[in-house]
């Protein structure tokens, strides 16, 4: 039996993305909340415990986008077709958010604040148009020929724009539960307070988009609830619902990491139903991973460099995170 390819790449790209979602993630979410948080030295704080790690975490990003190419260079040449405009509003969302990180630490008192908002505008456009370009891709691409053939502005949907909404709450929880692991005193309570409504809003638009997905797509309803898929999908609700429930109940408590790891898991079944819904398919409504697959040569020799960088990649960000431990301090951290 020879080893299925298309979907190991697959599994690796999925990887790679769901990896930028938990690494990135809340490292967005921490500009999500820059305007909800008004002392400066906070916000230095905030920053801070990001500062060591933030550039690293986009690694999977690059990561995600290369194998689509390398193992998938129809799905490539389609989806960033389709969504070349959002793309590139992420991609300046978050140039500009880089480019704020590092400029705020080295401004006087009367720029910093221009910076500040930077860093927020730069984190809310890259989050916002990530969430726009994923209601687009549930919402599949007209293709003729082998190509692309929707409009420039095909992804300007209702439920894109709904998505793009939803992407921002997600990330701000993240980055909430992040900052409540990592920050002491005000701050941390801050952090508690403001999680509890971000949770509940989360788990609504949860239940928005699970509700809307299978209205508005007949394919990804009839995926969901014929077997064998419904066996997989049924406990996703549940889990969601005792999810949200743990994170309020730990927070109630003295909450340090288990908020941050319910976070996750919960973004974990949203991306777990994701990946049922769409199901062999890689350029929806109906074009397989087989199909869009590279040649099999192309994905093997692809293959071999993958597996030998993504150990380093995660050797290299475990390292960074355990010699960054612990809570970070006003005052201390990047300059």
Same mark, same amino acid.
């Given at each position: 039996?020879?080893?299925?390819?298309?979907?190991?790449?697959?599994?690796?790209?999925?990887?790679?993305?769901?990896?930028?979602?938990?690494?990135?993630?809340?490292?967005?979410?921490?500009?999500?909340?820059?305007?909800?948080?008004?002392?400066?030295?906070?916000?230095?704080?905030?920053?801070?415990?990001?500062?060591?790690?933030?550039?690293?975490?986009?690694?999977?990003?690059?990561?995600?986008?290369?194998?689509?190419?390398?193992?998938?260079?129809?799905?490539?040449?389609?989806?960033?077709?389709?969504?070349?405009?959002?793309?590139?509003?992420?991609?300046?969302?978050?140039?500009?958010?880089?480019?704020?990180?590092?400029?705020?630490?080295?401004?006087?008192?009367?720029?910093?604040?221009?910076?500040?908002?930077?860093?927020?505008?730069?984190?809310?456009?890259? $989050?916002?148009?990530?969430?726009?370009?994923?209601?687009?891709?549930?919402?599949?691409?007209?293709?003729?020929?082998?190509?692309?053939?929707?409009?420039?502005?095909?992804?300007?949907?209702?439920?894109?724009?709904?998505?793009?909404?939803?992407?921002?709450?997600?990330?701000?929880?993240?980055?909430?539960?992040?900052?409540?692991?990592?920050?002491?005193?005000?701050?941390?309570?801050?952090?508690?307070?403001?999680?509890?409504?971000?949770?509940?809003?989360?788990?609504?638009?949860?239940?928005?988009?699970?509700?809307?997905?299978?209205?508005?797509?007949?394919?990804?309803?009839?995926?969901?609830?014929?077997?064998?898929?419904?066996?997989?999908?049924?406990?996703?609700?549940?889990?969601?619902?005792?999810?949200?429930?743990?994170?309020?109940?730990?927070?109630?408590?003295?909450?340090?990491?288990?908020?941050?790891?319910?976070?996750?898991?919960?973004?974990?079944?949203?991306?777990?139903?994701?990946?049922?819904?769409?199901?062999?398919?890689?350029?929806?409504?109906?074009?397989?991973?087989?199909?869009?697959?590279?040649?099999?040569?192309?994905?093997?020799?692809?293959?071999?460099?993958?597996?030998?960088?993504?150990?380093?990649?995660?050797?290299? $960000?475990?390292?960074?995170?355990?010699?960054?431990?612990?809570?970070?301090?006003?005052?201390?951290?990047?300059?």
């Amino acid at each position: 039996m020879g080893i299925d390819l298309p979907v190991i790449w697959a599994v690796i790209i999925g990887f790679g993305l769901m990896m930028y979602v938990v690494m990135d993630g809340f490292d967005l979410g921490i500009g999500i909340l820059f305007p909800f948080v008004g002392e400066r030295d906070d916000r230095d704080v905030m920053v801070n415990t990001v500062a060591p790690v933030w550039d690293g975490n986009e690694t999977w990003l690059v990561l995600g986008g290369a194998g689509l190419l390398a193992a998938f260079p129809l799905a490539y040449s389609v989806i960033l077709s389709a969504l070349y405009l959002p793309l590139v509003l992420m991609l300046l969302g978050l140039i500009w958010r880089g480019v704020a990180f590092e400029f705020r630490f080295k401004a006087d008192e009367h720029h910093k604040r221009y910076w500040d908002w930077a860093f927020a505008g730069g984190s809310y456009l890259a $989050t916002f148009f990530q969430g726009v370009s994923l209601g687009a891709f549930l919402n599949g691409f007209p293709m003729q020929n082998g190509a692309y053939a929707g409009g420039a502005l095909d992804w300007i949907t209702p439920f894109g724009l709904f998505t793009g909404l939803g992407l921002l709450v997600a990330y701000a929880l993240l980055g909430c539960t992040w900052l409540i692991i990592k920050t002491e005193g005000a701050l941390h309570e801050r952090m508690v307070a403001l999680a509890r409504p971000i949770t509940i809003a989360l788990v609504v638009v949860i239940g928005l988009v699970s509700l809307w997905t299978p209205l508005a797509h007949p394919a990804i309803a009839e995926r969901w609830f014929t077997f064998p898929n419904i066996v997989f999908f049924s406990p996703v609700p549940i889990l969601v619902l005792a999810s949200a429930w743990a994170i309020l109940h730990s927070l109630g408590r003295t909450p340090h990491v288990a908020p941050f790891v319910l976070a996750l898991f919960l973004l974990f079944l949203g991306y777990s139903g994701l990946a049922i819904s769409l199901w062999p398919n890689i350029i929806p409504p109906e074009v397989s991973i087989r199909e869009a697959a590279a040649p099999p040569q192309s994905m093997g020799f692809a293959l071999v460099g993958a597996l030998f960088i993504i150990p380093i990649i995660l050797a290299y $960000t475990a390292w960074s995170y355990y010699v960054f431990r612990g809570k970070v301090k006003a005052g201390e951290g990047y300059h």
